[in-house]
């Protein structure tokens, strides 16, 4: 019997995670909440506002490959530093056994930076979302869009989650890294394509993925470009290559001040 790829391990856990949520929160307990969630904003129209290139700025603690990266890093105050340096968006991780994160880091994030009006950065729940419940969690907790990974999820499941998404009024992100997960996205009408440089599978980094995969989608998708970006000179590689955003995690939890840092990526 083949070993578990690690997207398989997290997708397992997720099912866990899940089943336990709805234990603690029935998923009418979230729905009542829905009225008073915080607005969102439409997360497409903010990242073409940034042309010709938006960035998304990772609030990341952990991951399966790096381990532990931030452990310390307070949500609020990096979606504060991200704003500041220009980022139009930003990614928070929600799992918690691999990533360390929480729907209240995420919840952090959005009440900092809803002090910044109209013109404040997304917020993107980066999960493993496999089930409506997510979807609520994610618009009861203040988020703008969510990820939908094509990797974890059958056709329909896919096509209900991104229908389920934009009833709460979120345009997903929906991830790739190969050439029939992009058919798969593009079949199911998404409107942003995640190109993952990192295979999930393995977690392993070929920034060639984006160059190779990104003319599958039809004109008018917005394109962005994820993982393995730590500098300028790629930013601006995946600009050339048809990218109108690029995500980035790791780059801006380590290192210099992640205001300058998103400068620096944003060439300002």
Same mark, same amino acid.
């Given at each position: ?27 009418? &307990? =979230?729905? +009542?909440?829905?009225?008073? *969630? ?5 997360? #497409? %129209?903010? @990242?073409?506002?940034? !042309? ?82 997510? &979807? =609520?969690? +994610?618009?009861?907790?203040? *988020? ?5 990974? #094509? %990797?974890? @999820?059958?056709?329909? !499941? ?111």
């Amino acid at each position: 019997m083949a070993e578990r790829t690690i997207l398989e391990a997290i997708v397992a856990q997720r099912v866990q995670d899940v089943r336990a949520a709805k234990a603690r929160h029935p998923a009418d &307990v =979230l729905r +009542a909440k829905l009225d008073d *969630a915080p607005r969102p904003i439409d997360f #497409v %129209a903010r @990242l073409r506002a940034a !042309a010709p290139m938006a960035l998304i700025a990772e609030v990341k603690r952990a991951s399966p490959s790096k381990g532990d990266i931030a452990l310390d890093a307070k949500a609020a105050e990096r979606a504060l530093q991200y704003a500041g340096g220009g980022a139009a968006a930003i990614s928070v991780l929600t799992e918690p056994t691999w990533f360390k994160g929480t729907l209240d880091d995420m919840l952090a994030a959005r009440q900092a930076v809803d002090a910044l009006g109209d013109a404040r950065p997304a917020i993107l729940r980066k999960d493993f979302l496999i089930d409506d419940y997510q &979807v =609520l969690e +994610a618009r009861a907790f203040g *988020a703008d869009a969510v990820l939908l990974i #094509v %990797a974890c @999820l059958s056709q329909s !499941a896919l096509t209900g989650l991104l229908a389920r998404s934009r009833s709460l009024g979120m345009e997903p992100l929906v991830e790739v890294n190969n050439a029939g997960e992009m058919e798969r996205a593009v079949k199911a009408g998404a409107r942003v394509i995640g190109i993952n440089n990192r295979d999930l599978r393995s977690f392993t980094v070929d920034l060639g993925t984006t160059d190779r995969l990104a003319a599958g989608a039809p004109e008018g998708t917005l394109i962005a470009a994820l993982s393995g970006i730590s500098s300028r000179d790629d930013v601006t590689r995946f600009q050339a290559a048809g990218a109108g955003a690029v995500l980035v995690g790791e780059a801006l939890m380590t290192g210099i001040e992640p205001a300058t840092k998103v400068r620096e990526l944003l060439g300002r």
